[in-house]
């Protein structure tokens, strides 16, 4: 029978009933596995409402209280990652080792939001004019929402939500409606680790939920992700609407190969980053950009290390490629495999012959290699999000730099070579958000920031680490100055220091 999975409010299950509810797969089967509540106007306010009644006292509770909480919502998480990879793998599909990674990366944006007395320290100048002293503190938003995609239901939450709240901050996460479990799993722990009813609150639904987020004016901040065309709309509604709002989008990740890199290593890399989670990652590789003359070698060994790929139910233990999230999605990626032929590109490996280990009725393709892509082909220009890996062949190194260049998206990209110069000016001449050299997915630590340039982030600051804590707090700056002997009377001037 599907399971019933309600929003949480107020540090509970919501025990109302939805009017509308979606359907959640299991996308190995095909079977549903879930009725997710979607929520009305009314219940976005209950979730609002009962973020904005937690936060006097959340904002109040001191650093060192907050960081324990974190410490031992850490602590569950690590205990329980195995469960809630299961969780993962059960709704999106991915295989379980991928799933305990996204886990895994989660765990580190906690820990570094436990070390948020330290973070949130602000500066002091003594005297900064005569007797006067001038300090910054960082204070929270208020009310914040988090918008999530499907493709990482633990991990792109956990971005978000433990700095939000660190900072003292209350929020409502609205998940995606594919795989919405994995944030009550999340919600039920953050109140095992003793986090007050309202802080967190989870809001399941559709357009209707995000609307009511974007426009309530409760609302202080947005931190959204998916896809570029919905970022967009997100960060000029929430914009228009007062909000701050950091919207990161699509993209279209390229990885360049030049002529003097290691071969081995590169077709593993474009392997592991263009298949992985089946192609449905922000940062996966879906063109390899071959500078001549490597391409024909380089597609041998790809080829040969995709004939080989185990595609099949993500909960068994050798399979290394899952299925996609949906039937729709998968019909839609399967789509450009017609449309990549039909614009004269060379389909090298079809996905749709692909031997699957799993039952027939699940979001099935397998992995799919197409020769000689052009710019100008919907395959190139597209996200696909999906098994579905581009070669473009190039002349130069010059001319794969202008290439990604010219791209709209921006957020990550890979140079595979020998060469520590050209390693160094490719860091410095491209123009996407997040790089990596001889590294394919240059997702980086929970201490920096993640974030891509162009079309696939609207806002100005990015995601967890650093900018994180910008983004969940306001800045105040207070001059003062406690009364002595030398107070000098009535002086209509601008303040001057000296
Ligand atoms: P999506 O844009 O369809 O959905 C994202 C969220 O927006 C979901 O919560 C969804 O319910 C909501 N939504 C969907 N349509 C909406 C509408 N018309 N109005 C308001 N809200 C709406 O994205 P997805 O398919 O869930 O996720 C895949 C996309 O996310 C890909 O484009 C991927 O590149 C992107 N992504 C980006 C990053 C990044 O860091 N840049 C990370 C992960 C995923």
Redesign the pocket.
Known sequence: MAARISHWIDGKPWAGVAARTGEVYDPATGAVSGLVDFAAPSEVDEAVSAAARAFPGWRDTSLAARSKVLFRFRELLVANKDELAAIVTAEHGKVLDDAAGEVGRAIENVEFACGVPALLKGGFSENASTKVDVYSIRQPLGVVGV??????PAM?PL?FVPNAIACGNTVVL?????DPSAANFIADLFARAGLPDGVFNVLH???V???GL?THPTVRGIS????????K??YETGTSNGKRVQA????KNHMVVLPDADLDLAADAAVSAGFGSAG?????VSVVVAVDPVGDELIERVKSRMAVLKVGDGREKDSEMGPL?TAA?RDKVTSYLDAGVAAGATLAVDGRDHEIAGPADGFWLGPTLFDNVRPDMSIYQD?I?GPVLAVVRTDSYESAVELINNNPYG?GTAIFTNDGGAARRFQNEIEVGMVGVNVPIPVPVGYYS???WKN??FGDTH?YGPDGLHFYTRTKVVTSRWLDPSHGGVNLGFPRND
Do not use: Q
Request: hydrophobic share 45%; with cysteine; proline share 6%.
């Open positions: 918008i999530s995609p499907f493709n990482f792109v971005w609205k998940p995606s409606e594919k639904g559709d357009k939920a995000v609307d974007l959204f992700v998916g896809s570029t065309p919905i970022a709309y997100v990161l989008g699509g993209a449905e990652r922000c940062m996966a999230v999605h996200e999000f957020n993640f974030g891509g696939s982030l995601a």
